[in-house]
């Protein structure tokens, strides 16, 4: 996955435009910037990979969580559906808006469970976030349909999913609002990044305004700005920009290397019959950031993940047993450790977590291992990468 893996002089290149005009702010110094503009150039080119009307850059794939969701009005008191396997951001974005997450099962899409997001629906729901984890896809179709009936909000966070579609559509531009990441981690990376897409105007302007204090952008060199409303800072800065700019361009070349690799280890773990793989709903195409599979019980799973450990096979998670992306280990959240004051409101609306059980996300989170698809592997390392995993695979489920 990483685009770090890949840095060049296209990356460098786009950096020294930037120290040569000396602006590293995105907005304003019209005349000192040379006619560089990193930051709506890669706006403009996100906005014809990822089909959307309108892109907004933001600081980073957290910043963009909140900022979809306070573009759409999303605010205290607010529920928004979520899953209970994601990346912490997910309830971090929702919570600093004074909103309240509420966390629902997943199914074998390794995605938001339609039945358990129809279920959590409240007359306080105002949004469900559907967040497309390890390069593929929730069931789209049924949480759309879901959204519609109930007049809710879909945002998608597709941090993890760039270049993957959904019926020909990019991952992130199915729900109303789509969010993604350029950290240092992702598929594409500024260093820190983050953007909003959507075809709402007004989300768009909103989300526009909202990342840059409430400024209008209205007239050249910041000169004649009103504040139609509040605002934060969650610009990105020209040089983040720059970088990103380079790597959007290759991102086909990202996702070939990401396709031609993760096919060697699925065919081979493929002959395994106790291997099964995630489902990825009709008409998905994953981004093959990453090889998703489940064993057939935590015990194997666990094993299997020690053995990859043991056998220098890297980038593989039991995300069972990590504090990151599953609720089990999040303790913090489970206990509201804050470091200042927050809300009754959300304190009540969080107390459902003291005893809330998620069995059906437990069983397949306990079975499930997420191996990342690097881009700097040579043809041979795979292949060495697929027998070490195969013959780990092999000796566990034969036990
Ligand atoms: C990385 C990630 C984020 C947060 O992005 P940052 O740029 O690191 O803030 C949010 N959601 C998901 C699913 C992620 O993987």
Known sequence: MPGFELFSDLERNEVNDVLQSGVLMRYGFDGMRNGHWKAKELEAALENTLQSKHVQLVSSGTAAVSVALAAAGVGAGDEVIMPTFTFVASFEA???????PILVDIDDTLGLNPEAVEQAITPKT?????????????????????????????????????????????????????????????TITCGEGGAVITNNK????????????????????????SHPFLGYNFRISELHAAVGLAQVKRLPEFLKIQKGNYSILREALSVIPEVTFRTVPEGGEESYAFLSFFLPNL?????????????????????????????????????????????????????????????KSDDYIARNISCLIKLSWTEDEVKARASKMVEAIKQIVKG
């Open 94 to 100: 929702i919570m600093m808006l004074g909103a309240i």
């Open 126 to 186: 105002k949004a469900i976030m559907v967040v497309q984890m390890c390069g593929s896809m929730a069931n789209m179709e049924a949480l759309q349909a879901i959204s519609n009936k109930h007049n809710l909000l879909l945002v998608e966070d597709a941090c993890q999913a760039i270049g993957g579609t959904f019926k020909g559509k990019p991952l992130g531009s199915i729900g109303d609002l789509g969010c993604f990441s350029f950290d240092f981690v992702k």
């Open 202 to 225: 007004d989300y768009y302007l909103n989300a526009d305004h909202y990342s840059d204090h409430g400024h209008d952008h209205v007239g050249n060199d910041r000169g004649a700005e």
């Open 299 to 359: 015990d194997m799973a666990r094993q299997a993940s020690e053995a990859f450990k043991t056998n220098g096979v890297d980038g593989c998670f039991h995300y069972f047993d990590n504090n990151w992306h599953y609720i089990r280990k999040w303790d913090h959240l489970k206990n509201l450790k804050t470091l200042y004051p927050i809300s009754t409101e959300v304190k009540n609306g969080l107390a459902y977590l003291q005893t809330k059980t998620f069995e």
